[in-house]
């Protein structure tokens, strides 16, 4: 039989993460600030970072939202195969609870309407992005990762050609955090993905994101790519919020796939200092 999970209960779950999400940096992210202010060798570097932990730590304690921007809604959702959704469907319950989350958490809505011409604001901050994916067992887990436009905007995608190669790969990367610079309100998070095709490397830099900070992939290939982009980046000398320094990154989170013979996608998601995200397994 499959397990019933009634559709009020995803729309508080859905509303509590989206405000979790948008109120308080997720620990490995603070700790992650703190380790680069013993490390950061710019004075102004420093007062930067202290002056972000400040303020995650006021947005926490004020339940306000940590940067102005609270993004497109992002869910990422893993539903069980024997999970059955009652009394409503699973994309409208997810719609509420963001809309709710934004209306009665005061978030700013920043959705529109007819991207390119009339461009009228939702006022909710609907609809999300959804990102569904069916895994085994009767469990429902949502991942809420709200995406500012500052860093959203500076993410890109190159379809690179095989002989392009590991320094292909490097140079693309490499280029974009150069380009995204104090735009994209470093310190980041970088998100890259390679292999699969045009959709969905953009998709695995994306989730790559979600991974802890510090945690390095279990792939012996990807590991060893993020242990050299990360130190390459922090060559580059943005630094906090691009006033200058060794700090311009974080960390960077690689997800490979399999791609065509023919074929290297590589994307680049970045993430501003805001690395926000929060989940709930029902």
């Not at 730590?57 to 024997?82: L, N, P, R, S």
């Not at 309407?113 to 895994?135: L, Q, S």
């Not at 200058?244 to 997800?255: F, H, N, Q, R």
Request: aromatic share 6%.
């Amino acid at each position: 039989m499959p397990r019933e999970i009634e559709y009020e209960k995803i729309v508080e779950a859905v509303k509590e993460i989206a405000l979790r999400a948008n109120y308080k940096l997720p620990r490995d992210v603070v700790h992650a600030f703190q380790q680069a202010l013993e490390r950061e060798e710019s004075e102004l570097g420093r007062e930067v970072l202290r002056q972000i932990l400040l303020n995650a730590e006021a947005a926490e304690k004020e339940e306000m939202a940590y940067c102005q921007d609270t993004g497109v809604a992002v869910v990422f959702v893993e539903i069980g195969q024997d999970v059955c959704v009652v009394g409503g469907s699973l994309r409208d319950a997810i719609e509420e609870g963001v809309r709710r989350a934004y209306t009665e958490g005061y978030l700013r809505a920043s959705m529109v309407y007819d991207p390119v011409f009339e461009r009228k604001n939702t006022k909710d901050n609907t609809p999300p992005i959804i990102h569904y994916e069916i895994v085994p067992g009767d469990k429902l887990k949502l991942i809420f990762a709200p995406k500012g436009a500052g860093s959203e905007n500076t993410s890109r995608l190159a379809m690179l050609k095989p002989a392009d190669g590991w320094e292909g790969v490097k140079r693309f990367v490499l280029e974009t955090v150069k380009l995204a610079g104090p735009n994209a309100c470093p310190p980041f998070t970088v998100g890259v993905g390679i292999g699969g095709n045009f959709e969905y490397c953009a998709l695995l830099a994306k989730k790559a994101l979600l991974r802890p900070v510090g945690e390095r992939s279990k792939d012996p290939v990807a590991r060893r790519i993020e242990e050299e982009l990360l130190e390459e980046i922090n060559k580059i000398g943005w630094g906090p919020m691009g006033f200058g320094g060794t700090t311009t990154a974080i960390d960077v989170k690689v997800e490979l796939y399999p791609c065509h013979i023919a074929s290297l996608p590589v994307a680049v998601n970045i993430q501003c200092h805001a690395s926000r995200h929060a989940e709930v397994e029902l």
